[in-house]
């Protein structure tokens, strides 16, 4: 099934500081605040190993993707995730 909607897709949305360092098992902490532009085109990927042994994602997992079919400044988006272990 082939569908004609146009979806924009920003992979980068931060929702919280990054969980490495002194931060690994503390309470999570609102992300930092960033000037300027940021790169929405490549997301995190979890912890995983690829075939070679060698790490090739983040510990960072503090972001989200986000699909959207309307990019209008005045919308507020509600993003729903549910937790789980």
């Known amino acids: 099934m082939i569908l004609s909607t146009l979806v924009y897709t920003f992979k980068n949305i931060r929702y919280g500081a990054p969980p490495i360092g002194n931060r690994r098992f ?8 960033v000037s300027g532009i940021q790169d929405g085109s490549k997301g995190a990927a979890c912890m995983q190993l690829h075939t070679s042994g060698t790490d090739i994602s983040t510990r960072d997992e503090s972001v989200i993707p986000d699909y959207s079919k309307i990019i209008q400044a005045s919308l507020s988006k509600k993003v729903y995730s549910e937790g789980g272990a």
């Open 26 to 33: 503390a309470k999570p902490e609102p992300p930092e605040a």
